[in-house]
């Protein structure tokens, strides 16, 4: 997708390192404007070549006053000034910018973190819509405060404790908030109450109370509505029927009329979308493969392969490499590894059936397709301020940072700046079959993440195969699959003594993770019924020889990722 066909205004965030920085993409892309996300130390030319409408500063966990504290680049603020770029600054951003024009930012004399009220001093700007004197409840989260204002600046909020809350310059269109108006989080208890209070946080409507929904910056969705719409005039144009349109266009654009492209399906609905999306841009000169490569869940192979066939009609050759990647895999415990193994192999099977169809066709495949998304492009990409030029990761992802730097096919990734649930959208554009778009995620490794240590020693794939459908089987006659973003159960390299038919066993552990997410950036654990899971664990030891305590895992991300490795 190129950002500047987009038939919105753009809006840039430059990330300085905030947990929240993705929340604030996710929120004006669901007001139809279209936003992306880039290193805050990017330099100047990436953030003009993109041509913003508008540029907002993000938070992040560093003082302006570190010396290895990051900054937007030299000739930021002329450029953004002489060109009439509004420029929004939140909590760290906000300082940013106040110190690179002047102001003067110290520690404050008390730190303010969490719900906070804040009143409006002047109803102007980004509170025009507001009167004097209102207030609301906002999410700070800073130890740090602008003490002095540069010229042309002037408070419009402060906080209960008489902090500076929210700064503008109208004339030069730069302003600042202290806190965080993209935090508000959801906590409903299915996906029909979910989705309503998403669409009526989307809104407007701060009536949330029946949905579940949890605040941290209550009106911060207006807010951001008000400065988007009414301070800066941007035009919400962004439809994800326009993004179908020039993704097609961008595929014919880059494959000639004469070449054949390669798709990696994997079974998951982002390879399936991407995979449909380039079928309907090139039709037969797609040509996609489904690897087996010993990792994969409890009869997958099968039941996706049915599914390509009868409701996707996809062009699809299976290719059984159990053993090579096993192999590869064998006494490798560390995960980082485990996905570059991985992430080789799947390339050296790629290129082979390039091969393949060269001698078929007359003409060896010049391109790749995969699905990868906009998170896993976050994931790994450096954090900002960490002096590392390259991808300081949360994990490799075999579609980003796990492909060799000899691959001979050239990559084809439409899905790259799309969230999970735009992809869903897309997906139902396209008329992808529902219970199909509905399937959770899956990783590309495979079950060798959800074995930890070396997924080649004893049957512990096995164990994790017939644990998993168990679980996964449980949930759904349940009715509660979707309810849940991800489900799924993990081997852990852990033996435990139990009692099993009136004798001592010493057999392996295992653990069982299901969370709610929008995006998978950030999740938390699903709460089931006492009940389900005394059922479910019964069954595991009951059916599962190998395994005598099942447990449950019961970690928000962050701090911990949704997958184990």
Known sequence: MDPKAVKSDLVLILDFGSQYTHLITRRIRALS????????????????????????????????????????????????QSNGVFVLGICYGLQLLVQRLGGE???????????????????????????????????????????????GFEVVARSQQGAVAAVEDRDRKFYGLQYHPETFRVAAHSMLALGRAWETALSGDNTFGCWGLVTHSPEGMETLKYFLFDVCGLNAGWKMEDVMDEEIEVINNTVAPDDHVICALSGGVDSTVAATLVHKAIGDRLHCVFVDNGLLRY????????????????????????EQFLSKLKGVVDPEMKRKIIGKEFICIFDAFAHELEQKLGKKPAFLVQGTLYPDVIESCPPPGSGRTHSHTIKSHHNVGGLPKDMKLKLIEPLKLLFKDEVRQLGRILKVPEPFLKRHPFPGPGLAVRVLGDVTEGNALDIVRQVDEIFIQSIKDAGIYDSIWQAFAVFLPVKSVGVQGDR???????????????????????????????????????????????????TSKPPSTIEWE
Request: with cysteine; aromatic share 8%; proline share 4%.
């Open 33 to 80: 404007v279209f936003s992306l996300c880039i290193s805050g130390t990017s330099p100047l030319s990436s953030i003009t070549s993109l041509n913003p409408k508008v540029v907002i500063l993000s938070g992040g966990p560093h003082s302006v006053h570190s010396n290895d504290s990051p900054s937007f680049a030299d000739g930021f603020v002329d450029w953004a």
């Open 105 to 151: 930012v110290r520690a404050g004399e008390k730190q303010e973190y969490g719900r906070m009220d804040i009143g409006v001093e002047k109803n102007c700007g980004i509170f025009g819509g507001k009167k004097v004197g209102d207030k609301q409840v906002v999410w700070m989260s800073h130890g740090d405060e602008a003490a002095r204002l540069p010229n």
């Open 299 to 322: 009869k997958e192979r099968e039941r996706v392969m049915e599914t390509f066939d009868r409701d996707l009609h996809l062009p699809v050759t299976c290719v059984d490499a159990s």
């Open 504 to 554: 001592r066993t010493h057999s392996y552990v295992v653990t069982l993770r299901a969370v709610t997410s929008q995006d998978g950036m950030t999740a938390d654990w699903y709460c089931f019924e006492n009940s389900f899971l005394k059922e479910v664990s019964q069954k595991i030891c009951n059916n599962v020889r190998g395994v005598n305590r099942v447990t449950l895992d019961i």
